[in-house]
Nanobody
């Protein structure tokens, strides 16, 4: 059974940083690309970042390029999202997603506010 568990969200001031983690189980993590999505209130879920199975290829939404970094530790079956220079418009529930199984985590809330 594929399981994805996000953590690391919280309340942060504009300009601050957070590091999200997504711990996975139930599949061979190192074989699959991983994704982070987010959904703000009243908006559609959007793709934030993708990392290839080996970590050598990473892609980002234009809105987060230069501020967010996706990474993975295949030994720990975990994918990360380092978020720097956070803005109020980054406020959303953040989800990790493995497309090969169509599986989502429960999400972690990120709120950027002074």
């Amino acid at each position: 059974q594929v399981q994805l568990v996000e953590s690391g969200g919280g309340l942060v001031q504009p300009g601050g940083s957070l590091r999200l983690s997504c711990a996975t189980s139930g599949f061979t993590f190192s074989y699959y690309a991983m994704n982070w999505y987010r959904q703000a209130p009243g908006k559609q879920r959007e793709l934030v970042a993708t990392i290839s199975f080996g970590g050598g290829s990473r892609n980002y939404a234009d809105s987060v390029k230069g501020r967010f970094t996706i990474s993975r530790d295949n030994a720990k079956n975990t994918v990360y999202l380092q978020m720097n220079s956070l803005k109020p418009e980054d406020t959303a529930v953040y989800y990790c997603y493995v497309g090969a199984f169509g599986s989502w985590g429960q999400g972690t809330q990120v709120t950027v506010s002074s």
